[in-house]
Structure formats: structure tokens, C-alpha cells
């Protein structure tokens, strides 16, 4: 991508209407920009990072039996009152059409997805069953002040598991714990897994929680790793000691990017998802429910991955893996250079942005470069000659290096 024909530049200001990290450095930095209070467009850069999360989070879903759906955003009144949520649920948005009937706006999918399964399936050889999407939500978020943190549209994935009873489901549930473990690794995020309250839904579920002054949630945990809870549950205070020896136990405030709960037959009951045992006799599906805010993470890391320059984007979730600086580029043959090191990157399939303007200075270029984010930065002008300057973005040491050796490095 040649940055002159980029769709969304950089801003040099902080917005004014921004107080967290995450919107006024995707801001500045060219990945989003914002339609109204919770709601975001994403321009090249920005789609960039959130379809490389979803890819990730995609491709663990799969590798846990996960079918991918996409099911309606627009749903029926009359499955929403059936669940009681129509009055129930707070940040549910109603639409209303010129025929005068009442829509909500899915913030969730239980309503659309249950009675679409019970259509589909009527013996025990249907299930086990696990199915995902990953989609817009809408929300009536009351505070809706953290930028990509907590929208009133966002990105979300949505896994939803059926099974014959209990025990199936506490295995696949065990296998989603890993599973989630896996995805906030791929994202370089250190998540916590934490005892949450389940709700209406059942005595307990599991949130993932990364620490960070931004997140809204606070969790006690033990820095060993055998121990957390949230607070608004747990008993456990503050400065207790670790039974397993390991110091006394933190409070600190995370962002939760993702949970995973047992939602038993309560909404099976509801829509009389039954099946037909081995003795052909009707028995209630048992549901599980696994969500994970995309958009979350795209904000969350950069919350935890930046300094007072920009965002320093891991690898595995990067728009692109290298960004040319072209500096001198009104010398023909440093934009040649600078060119053809561009293409040869791309035929080799590293993903490259190139900075080709013309009269700008090295500094304003740098200053772009280190905003962005993308993990190599590679200077190509009058002085480096033959070579290539290559710089990490989270390292400060340059060294010259041959393209090959680039390759090498970036292989
Ligand atoms: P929270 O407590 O933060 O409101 P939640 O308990 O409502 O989250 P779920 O309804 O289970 O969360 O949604 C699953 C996941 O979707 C959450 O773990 C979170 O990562 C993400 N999420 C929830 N609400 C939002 C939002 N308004 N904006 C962005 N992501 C969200
Ligand atoms: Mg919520």
C-alpha cells in the first residue's frame, strides 16, 4: 500500500472529544474515526487489525468444532417477549418500522439462534453442536466513554454449544477455557482467567480479563496465576495470602475481553428445544454460551501495547509487517530503490505499507511511522545506499541489513 493513496491519515492532535487511549491513538494514528458516542468507522487500517483478530479468533472457534452462521441483526418482538428480555434487557435497542412494527436491534443472539436450531435438529445423534457467528451487536450502552472499548455497535463473536446433558457440556466447556486462553495468547494479551457470578443463568461462568488502568471491571488475583475472582463477588479481599504461597493477592482493574457461561436449559425450555433420546423419549438441550468483543481487543491492545509516540502493534494482529520509510524520495533513484524493495517485499507475501511522499521531513515521517505502529520499520534514502536501516518498533537499535537478510529476518 502506497501511503499517499491512503485512505485516512495521521492527525497530529489528540481529538477533543476523546478520553481514552485507545480512540485518540486510532484516531490520530489513521484507523478509525467516529460517527457518534460508541459508534466507530473503520477505514483501511483499521478493518486491517479487527479482520486479523477475527481471523485468529476464527480459526480457534474451527479447531474446537465450531460451525460458522451469521444469523439476523433485525429479530422478532415476539421471541424477545417469549424470553421475558424485550422489558428485561436494558441496553436493548427497539426499532420501529413505518408499518408499526416493533423490531429489537440483536444485542444477542439466543432469540434468532435457539428457535433456528430446534428446526434443524430432533435426535441425540445432532448433537453435541456448536455454533458461531461473528457480527455487528447493538447495545444501549449507558457510558459510552472508552472509545472501541465499549460500543454501542461493535464487533463481537458468538459461540453457542448444545448438548445431551450436563456432563458433554462440562467437557466442551473445558475445551472453550483453553481455547480462550489460545486466542488472547495469538493477540499477545495476558488474560486472567477469573470466577465471575453467572448471572441469571447458573452459580458460575469465567471472564477473561487483561489488566489495564482503562477496564471498567476490578479483579482480586493471585499473581502466581492459581487464583481470581471478580470483585463485585468474590469475598476474597484485597492483601490476603496466597494459599499456595505465592504473596499476598492484588486488586487491579481489567477489561474484560471475553467470557464463557453455562446457560443449562433456560432458554431451551423456552423455545422447546428438545431431542429425542436413545429410548426415544424428549429431553431438554443443554446450552452453553461463549462471547469474545473483537472490536474490544483491537482496543485492548492498544491499550496495553503503546508508548507516549503510538501504538506498537504485535505481529500476529499488525495492518501491515513492515513500513518502508522512503526519505529523499524526490532523488529518482531512491524512489526507484525504495520501490522495487516495496515489491520485491510483497512478491516474498510480507505485507507492506510504503511512506512515498515527497517534501516531507524525516522527522514528520518518523513521528507517522512510530504512531502507526507496524513492528519494522525499514529507511531506505540517499545515505543507506545499498543497505536497508531496519528498526523495531518496540526496540530503539538500528542495524543496516541486505534485503535478503530482511527476508530472513522477517520469515
Ligand atoms: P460488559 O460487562 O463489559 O458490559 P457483558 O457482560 O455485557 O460485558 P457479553 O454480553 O457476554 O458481555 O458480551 C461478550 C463480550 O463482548 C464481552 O466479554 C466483551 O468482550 C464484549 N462486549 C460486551 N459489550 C460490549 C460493548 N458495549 N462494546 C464492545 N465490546 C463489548
Ligand atoms: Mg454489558
Given at each position: 500500500?502506497?501511503?499517499?493513496?491512503?485512505?485516512?491519515?495521521?492527525?497530529?492532535?489528540?481529538?477533543?472529544?476523546?478520553?481514552?487511549?485507545?480512540?485518540?491513538?486510532?484516531?490520530?494514528?489513521?484507523?478509525?474515526?467516529?460517527?457518534?458516542?460508541?459508534?466507530?468507522?473503520?477505514?483501511?487500517?483499521?478493518?486491517?487489525?479487527?479482520?486479523?483478530?477475527?481471523?485468529?479468533?476464527?480459526?480457534?472457534m474451527?479447531?474446537?468444532?465450531g460451525q460458522e452462521i451469521l444469523l439476523s441483526a433485525l429479530q422478532t418482538k415476539n421471541n424477545w417477549q417469549k424470553t421475558g428480555r424485550w422489558n428485561s434487557f436494558?441496553a436493548l435497542f427497539k426499532v420501529?418500522s413505518?408499518?408499526?412494527v416493533e423490531y429489537a436491534l440483536g444485542p444477542t443472539h439466543e432469540e434468532v439462534l435457539v428457535p433456528l436450531v430446534k428446526q434443524l435438529i430432533?435426535?441425540?445423534?445432532d448433537?453435541?453442536l456448536s455454533l458461531y457467528q461473528i457480527q455487528t451487536k447493538f447495545r444501549d450502552?449507558?457510558?459510552?466513554?472508552?472509545?472501541?472499548?465499549?460500543?454501542?455497535e461493535f464487533l463481537m463473536k458468538d459461540l453457542y454449544s448444545f448438548?445431551?446433558?450436563?456432563?458433554?457440556?462440562?467437557?466442551?466447556?473445558?475445551?472453550?477455557?483453553?481455547?480462550?486462553?489460545?486466542?488472547?495468547?495469538?493477540?499477545?494479551?495476558?488474560?486472567?482467567?477469573?470466577?465471575?457470578?453467572?448471572?441469571?443463568f447458573?452459580?458460575?461462568?469465567?471472564?477473561?480479563?487483561?489488566?489495564?488502568?482503562?477496564?471498567?471491571?476490578?479483579?482480586?488475583?493471585?499473581?502466581?496465576?492459581?487464583?481470581?475472582?471478580?470483585?463485585?463477588?468474590?469475598?476474597?479481599?484485597?492483601?490476603?495470602?496466597?494459599?499456595?504461597?505465592?504473596?499476598?493477592?492484588?486488586?487491579?482493574?481489567?477489561?474484560?475481553?471475553?467470557?464463557?457461561f453455562?446457560l443449562?436449559t433456560k432458554f431451551s425450555e423456552v423455545f422447546d428445544l428438545t431431542?429425542?433420546?436413545?429410548?426415544?423419549?424428549?429431553?431438554?438441550v443443554?446450552m452453553g454460551c461463549y462471547g469474545i468483543?473483537?472490536?474490544?481487543?483491537?482496543?485492548?491492545?492498544?491499550?496495553?501495547?503503546?508508548?507516549?509516540?503510538?501504538?506498537?502493534?504485535?505481529?500476529?494482529?499488525?495492518?501491515?509487517?513492515?513500513?518502508?520509510?522512503?526519505?529523499?524520495?524526490?532523488?529518482?533513484?531512491?524512489?526507484?530503490?525504495?520501490?522495487?524493495?516495496?515489491?520485491?517485499?510483497?512478491?516474498?507475501?510480507?505485507?507492506?505499507?510504503?511512506?512515498?511522499?515527497?517534501?516531507?521531513?524525516?522527522?514528520?515521517?518518523?513521528?507517522?511511522?512510530?504512531?502507526?505502529?507496524?513492528?519494522?520499520?525499514?529507511?531506505?534514502?540517499?545515505?543507506?545506499?545499498?543497505?536497508?536501516?531496519?528498526?523495531?518498533?518496540?526496540?530503539?537499535?538500528?542495524?543496516?541489513?541486505?534485503?535478503?537478510?530482511?527476508?530472513?529476518?522477517?520469515?
Amino acid at each position: 500500500m502506497f501511503y499517499s493513496k491512503l485512505f485516512g491519515k495521521t492527525v497530529k492532535t489528540d481529538p477533543k472529544d476523546e478520553i481514552s487511549v485507545n480512540a485518540k491513538l486510532l484516531i490520530r494514528a489513521g484507523f478509525i474515526r467516529k460517527e457518534l458516542a460508541g459508534v466507530y468507522n473503520f477505514l483501511p487500517l483499521g478493518l486491517r487489525v479487527l479482520t486479523k483478530i477475527a481471523n485468529i479468533v476464527r480459526d480457534e472457534m474451527n479447531k474446537a468444532g465450531g460451525q460458522e452462521i451469521l444469523l439476523s441483526a433485525l429479530q422478532t418482538k415476539n421471541n424477545w417477549q417469549k424470553t421475558g428480555r424485550w422489558n428485561s434487557f436494558d441496553a436493548l435497542f427497539k426499532v420501529k418500522s413505518r408499518y408499526e412494527v416493533e423490531y429489537a436491534l440483536g444485542p444477542t443472539h439466543e432469540e434468532v439462534l435457539v428457535p433456528l436450531v430446534k428446526q434443524l435438529i430432533s435426535s441425540y445423534k445432532d448433537l453435541p453442536l456448536s455454533l458461531y457467528q461473528i457480527q455487528t451487536k447493538f447495545r444501549d450502552e449507558p457510558r459510552a466513554k472508552s472509545g472501541i472499548l465499549r460500543g454501542r455497535e461493535f464487533l463481537m463473536k458468538d459461540l453457542y454449544s448444545f448438548h445431551q446433558d450436563e456432563e458433554d457440556f462440562e467437557k466442551y466447556y473445558e475445551v472453550m477455557r483453553k481455547t480462550y486462553l489460545e486466542v488472547f495468547k495469538r493477540c499477545s494479551l495476558e488474560a486472567i482467567e477469573t470466577k465471575a457470578g453467572g448471572g441469571t443463568f447458573s452459580q458460575f461462568s469465567h471472564e477473561y480479563q487483561v489488566i489495564s488502568e482503562a477496564g471498567e471491571d476490578e479483579i482480586v488475583y493471585c499473581p502466581g496465576g492459581d487464583f481470581s475472582e471478580n470483585v463485585e463477588i468474590t469475598e476474597v479481599k484485597e492483601g490476603k495470602q496466597c494459599e499456595l504461597g505465592h504473596g499476598s493477592l492484588k486488586k487491579v482493574k481489567v477489561i474484560e475481553v471475553g467470557n464463557i457461561f453455562p446457560l443449562k436449559t433456560k432458554f431451551s425450555e423456552v423455545f422447546d428445544l428438545t431431542y429425542k433420546d436413545k429410548n426415544g423419549k424428549d429431553q431438554l438441550v443443554v446450552m452453553g454460551c461463549y462471547g469474545i468483543g473483537i472490536s474490544r481487543l483491537m482496543g485492548t491492545i492498544v491499550e496495553v501495547h503503546h508508548d507516549d509516540k503510538g501504538i506498537i502493534w504485535p505481529e500476529s494482529v499488525a495492518p501491515f509487517m513492515v513500513h518502508i520509510v522512503g526519505l529523499d524520495m524526490d532523488d529518482k533513484s531512491v524512489a526507484d530503490r525504495a520501490e522495487k524493495v516495496y515489491k520485491l517485499l510483497l512478491a516474498e507475501g510480507i505485507e507492506t505499507l510504503i511512506d512515498d511522499r515527497q517534501n516531507l521531513s524525516a522527522g514528520e515521517k518518523f513521528a507517522d511511522c512510530d504512531l502507526i505502529g507496524i513492528p519494522y520499520r525499514v529507511v531506505i534514502s540517499k545515505k543507506t545506499g545499498e543497505k536497508l536501516e531496519v528498526k523495531k518498533r518496540s526496540e530503539k537499535e538500528t542495524s543496516f541489513v541486505s534485503l535478503d537478510e530482511l527476508i530472513k529476518m522477517l520469515k
